[in-house]
């Protein structure tokens, strides 16, 4: 992979979805355009249930 084959995204959306994990919604950065294979590109954030949350440390601003 290249750097003129990297695509800037940020973060659109964080939901459940539906499985105790969490899904990203990633929209493109101002002025690019997404390819068509990703448009609605999602991720899947998969935390297993016996994990502790200090596992995921969140940090307030």
Do not use: C
Request: charged share 15%; aromatic share 4%.
């Amino acid at each position: 992979m290249h750097s003129h084959d990297l695509i800037s995204v940020s973060v659109g959306e964080i939901r459940p979805n539906g499985e105790g994990n969490l899904s990203l919604i990633l929209q493109a950065a101002a002025g690019e355009i997404l390819p068509t294979y990703s448009a609605g590109a999602h991720i899947d954030i998969i935390i297993p249930r016996h994990w502790p949350p200090a596992v995921f440390p969140v940090r307030h601003a």
